[in-house]
């Protein structure tokens, strides 16, 4: 994401880690076919298709009218001939006005809801995809309509709409559209900003093509499963309000009956029951029915995960061989899985052995979904939960880290083991000022005070080349340009003088000319605290400038590695030379001449 | 006569709040790209290199200043105008995971700007077949969607829409920047490759020097919305007279220690005759 | 920020003073029918007109509330057509008997929907199943169903708590306690199924945030980042939904207070509906106007400390 007047970060989606740790997304059975495994979506739909027909067909089923009185059958029980479920107070029949109650219900549930669709989804598309002054023009009438009182209007205009229901669900769908409005129109404005938008703008699509092709579609599903959820609202308002007495008494519906059947509690208990009973199927079908309609339509939705659960191992760690004690973190046959969503699990490191001695600078290099960045996370102990380390161990500082509890871990990050991320926007958060959330950092892993943290982050920030350490630390971090934000990010990182710095492609998402510095720095704060440093990248260029030693990665493999000028001037593995390779010649100049404007067969 | 003529173009965002004065972009730029030559655009973030594309696209308003594409000024053109335009400037983007929509198979969006052309459906289908073979893909990705593909394979798919209409300009917005290093060459070489075949020229924005020499004839360079430099491509990337250029390129870490040690020298010589003047 | 306070503060304004003047053009239509109901039986066509003209009924829509509109910015929201006794005081003690069903059944949702939704979102597993399930229960079964359940079982049954009738909290709040608390049940489950779920959702994805890995790696406890990280991003979002629970609690005790016969907001609107007391109805809406605007510039205020982003805009 980019901040428009962020000078030095640039936006450069390299698909990594969150690609390979992605549950599967919706895959490509259409959406009614999913439905229909469902078995929750099939028996909602089905109970809630029978209770329609039923309304439907209630001229067949009953010859009662609603409120036809028949002074014989007051609180009639049930099983009373010709009364099916018995009769209530005024010796009308229950199942009669039962069944009419459904078509009540329906009417309610389809005029609240298509009045709140339509306006709402009109609204959203309208106020999303046009310009600034018909987003704010709808903004404006949208929140009015949030303004009036809800349900409570529905009450004082009685005198107005006279209580019969229709023109008071007509106004209530008019009330439920603002929360339409606003799904509608953050999903257009989404899409809006899509670059597939504007491509097909330049294909020359018109303004109503797009809206119907691209923007649409992505619509389509929530205003569906809103549907679902808008009709049992609908439905339940009615039926509270019937219950209030709102209304005429001419029109049968659930909430009357539940009235009158409350008032009978104790003479005839089974009144209440009956109308209860279908009120409370209806809307739990509705409800489960758009439960089932958005897992259809969105798949499945990112898992609770414990954060610092240690990851699963399948081994417990133990070194089998003697550690050789000059080498700060020793990395032998590493693999790493994630499940699959069809059963099994799926490899994405593999065997990587890697070895960085105290004060060196590796450069772990390969291309996206080599694994580089999961070897890190391991090496932290903050891979995602659904990780699974299936073998290998990495041994820093004499102690194996695989298997080892969080409690120990955490004692180990922020003191001798630091991180600096790839994007430094997104890792900071938003709500906290900088300085204090490099405080709260530094203090997490030392028994320093407030003010001495203070001063070693004011000091800190100095260190790493920022002009003014004092308003850095009191800025937001929307406030900072990408650049500030990176330096404070290291800044924290080297608070505790770490013995080992892990670096996920620190400056890949900055500026060239703010990376050279970022570079500068990072080699300078090395010589000065004698820190290794695991330099995670896909830039030849970064590594030949600041690596000592270069490990290559493919498809989760180390396949080469060796010092920086080894690997340059002789690379082995044929992946290796084929990266190289690919690596545009510094002197490549386009040779030919651009050829006479050609008219002819291209028009 | 140039195909694409821009001349003191000025575009300005309105800024957030209520009486803000509005953010100028681009302070009064000027290009040419003739028929069939590619024109490197050069610059970091806040540069405005992209703006330029976009306001050639029409995606963005210009706020003074020309641009005439065949003579014709298409500055303020909007609507059904700018639609026409569609025949003979197209674009290929950045990212290849969100220029293409998710949920069209590849051959609907490769068929989707021929069809706003006036073409049939079944001619759609024939062109569709050969726009494929022109980029290097199997026909078989006609049925498939864009998630089953590489980000390399849809950036060809990109470029394959961008040649449908059969335009004389595409714009290039940094369009190997999100790729891997081996596919980065691979689709550089095809874009060459698509300008000897067909003629088309290339107003070809990156902020990476190398790439922009790789495929560029002549090379503007751009700064906070100024241009700095402009020239033979060669001239500019190896030696340029302006000294942010320099900078530019003495910064881009070069892919050999030994040469890439001289560079950091030279950068630090640079930087501290800077810090002299 | 206190350009941003000010900016909500004139917006909310605007909008409640639209709002009170369109529920008064929606009105104007039934003000000879209220005539009518006042009357009873023996109005003719003559009488009611006379009433109208007595009471300034037959001015323009416009005149007529602005002249209302002047009087209630000083406090005087005139008198009822039935008992000419002043509107304002009756109308703020039902307010009140409603809000203070409403306030502590806020208070409870919110404490309880955090904590079940931090507490599924950072332990996942069985506690994140859990809570779905609770939350689906109070989704499903209706608000009022519950109610009338509940006071069979509780009230009826058991006689543990008086069906009917409300004690103020001022006269004895332990039976002000037990009086609301069957009512205040029905409200939290109801919110609780809602604003968990949303608590969870957010909290779940805070925590997959690039920042939360980052604020691990400097060693920062886990529990410090739940609360004082992620709780607080996903709070924002929270907040509003909150904001959006409370007006529809406010809808839902009009029907509920009805099962517990408590003097409340609701019954008096549907009174003074039925009957076609104008300046009660004029009051009932200007006051639950003011209520839903102190509440959304609650929340946006609150957004606004919690959230600096939103600040700028």
Redo the contacts between chains.
Sequence with gaps: MTLPNDPTTRTVRVPGTEAIATATRSSRTPVWKKLLRDPQAVITISLLVIIVLLGLLTPFLTSHGPNQTDLNAINAPVGTPGFLLGADESGRDIFARLLHSINTAVIAALLGTSVALVVGVLGGLVGGYFGRITQSATEWIFSLIMTFPGVLLLIILMPVTRGDYRPTMLIFGVLLAPGIYRIVRNLVLGVKNELYVDAARVSGLGNLRILGRHVLFVVRGPIIIAAAFLAGTSIGVQSGLAFLGVGSIEIPSFGAMIASGFRNLYIAPTQFLWPSLLLGVITASLVLLGNSLRDAFEGAKPKAARIGAAPSTERTAGADEAVDARNLVEIRNLAIAYPQASGGIAEVVRGVDLKINRGEVVGLVGESGSGKSQTAFATLGVLPNEAIITSGSIVFDGQELVGLSEARMRTLRGREIAYIPQEPMSNLDPSYRVGVQLVEGVRSSSSMSKAEAKDLVLSLLARVGIADPQRTFDSYPHEISGGMAQRALIAGAVASRPKLLIADEPTTALDVTVQAEILDLLRDLQAELDMAVLLVTHNFGVVADVCDRIAVMQNGSIVEAGTTLEIFDHPQHPYTQMLLGSILEEESVRADAPPAAVEGDTK | MS?LEVRDLRVA??A?GFRAAP?EVLHGVSLDV?????LGLVG???SGKTTIGRAV???VRASGGSIRFDGEDITTVSGAAR??L??D???V???P?????P?MTIGDILA??LI??GATGRDARAQVRTLLDQVGLPSDAIER?P?EFS?GQRQRV?IA?AL???P?LIVCDEPV??L???T??RV?DLF?EIQ?A??V?YLFVS??L??V?????RVAVLY?GDMVETGP??KV??DPDDPYTR??L????????R??QER?LA?RALMDAERTA | MTLYILRRLLTGLVLALLVTFITFLLLGSSFEAAAYTILGPSATPQSVADLMNARGWDRPLVVQYFEWLLHAVQGDFGVSVYTSLPVAPSVIQRLLVTLSLIVPALLITAVLSTLLGVWAASRGGAADRTAQVISLVGYIVPGLLLAIGLVVIFSVQLKWLPATGFTPLTDDPLAWVRSITIPVIVLVVGGVANLAAQVRGRMIDELRRDYVRTLRTRGVSTSSIVIRHALRNAGSPALTVLSLEFISMFGSSLIIENVFALPGYGSFAFNASLQGDIPVIMAITAFGVLLVFVVNLITDLANGWLNPKARVQ
């Design positions: 195909l965002f309105p957030r953010n003739a028929a069939g030559e590619t970091e973030s806040g696209l029409g995606l639609r026409k569609s025949k400037i197209q674009v983007f950045q990212d995971y969100t220029s293409l929509n949920a989707e700007p706003v052309q969607l998630r980000g990109a829409r449908a209409p059969r004389r920047s999100a891997d290093l081996s980065q060459a550089l060459v000897r067909t003629g020229a902020h990476d190398t790439v020499r790789h495929i560029s004839h906070r491509a060669a990337t190896s900078k530019l003495l910064a881009a870490p070069v892919a050999d220690p040469r890439q950091r950068r």
